[in-house]
């Protein structure tokens, strides 16, 4: 079925990552043009199939090169940043990508004419933070209402998907290992949130629904704990491996350890993170900027995570309908 443009140009910085393209199928089913400013061109082909021929173009950007940013947001109607990083990597440090680069957005559009951009961080984005992750959130954050003080920010906790980098990773690894770590013995809290309603909530504020100059924490409909994540992973893929509580401590050291490989299964700054409940705050809650004072229905886990870890089953996905 086609879609009928209307003819507004988006620009959405980090439109190929895991966030990123769900937000740009979003934005095409409402019409909407899509430049997706990416660093590689060449590997954001994936994103043309999810609208109109022609309706999403990919182009260059990177934000460490803000000449190359001005070009991304000239002639758009409305920007949207999905830019994040889980760990450093090179030159795409926290500052450089969640520090400076939301702040260099938020100055191309308006350079460009535009009031505001939608901004999305993260639940736990604190300038005092001992976690660098959360004190760069926090920066983005500054700096995008600093220059466009009408901008929208969207808080989500964790995210899941097919694409998740959370229940894949676990559900990966337990096909290999025999135990799975309970950092900070599993007590940590979530509100996981599912990827398109994160999604929604973005093209709602490009629609212009959601409050001009609001933080808005973006959560589902049930609070877990980490252990409690793993156990519901466990559940649909039928693997039983030892849970292995591992203090904050020795996770610590070992986040040391594994943060000089080129993708670390766990840094020394996700385990500070992880010491503080990641969930939606009750002065979010209280003020209605939640996805539920969006309209947004919530998807809940048992709804969703069927529909792709069934294939780290035994028999793979084929699997999904034999007894337990």
């Not at 997706?36 to 934000?63: F, K, S, W, Y």
């Amino acid at each position: 079925m086609s879609t009928a443009l209307n003819g507004k140009l988006v620009t959405v910085f980090g439109a190929s990552g895991f966030v990123g393209r769900h937000i740009v199928q979003a934005l095409a089913r409402r019409g909407y043009r899509i430049r997706a400013a990416v660093r590689r061109p060449d590997l954001a082909e994936h994103l043309q199939p999810l609208g109109a021929p022609g309706q999403i173009m990919p182009v260059q950007a990177n934000l460490r090169y803000r000449w190359s940013v001005d070009r991304a947001v000239e002639g758009a109607d409305a920007v949207v940043n999905a830019v994040g990083i889980l760990s450093p990597t090179g030159k795409q440090s926290f500052d450089a990508v969640q520090s400076f680069g939301p702040r260099a957005i938020a100055e191309a559009a308006r350079s460009a004419g535009i009031s505001a951009i939608t901004h999305v961080s993260a639940i736990g984005a604190d300038a005092d933070s001992p976690s660098a992750y959360a004190r760069s959130k926090a920066a983005g954050e500054a700096g995008v209402l600093e220059t466009l003080p009408d901008s929208v920010i969207l808080r989500p906790s964790i995210v899941f998907g097919r694409e998740d980098d959370f229940f894949n990773k676990f559900a990966a690894m337990s096909r290999i290992s025999p135990a799975l770590p309970l950092i900070g013995n599993g007590v940590t809290k979530f509100q996981p949130v599912y990827v398109c309603d994160v999604a929604e909530a973005v093209a709602k504020a490009v629609d212009g629904d959601l409050a001009a100059g609001n933080v808005y924490e973006l959560g589902g409909p049930e609070v877990v704990s980490f252990k409690e994540c793993l156990e519901q992973m466990q559940s649909i893929t039928r693997s039983k491996r030892l849970l292995l509580p591992i203090p904050f401590g020795i996770a610590s050291m070992l986040g040391k350890c594994m943060q000089i490989l080129p993708k670390p299964l766990l840094t020394a700054d996700q385990v500070t993170l992880l010491r503080t409940d990641n969930v939606v705050s009750a002065d979010a809650m209280k003020k209605g900027l939640t996805l539920e004072g969006l309209g947004i229905r919530p998807s809940t886990l048992a709804a969703i995570l069927p529909t792709y870890l069934d294939r780290f089953r035994e028999h793979g996905q084929y699997d999904a309908h034999r007894p337990a």
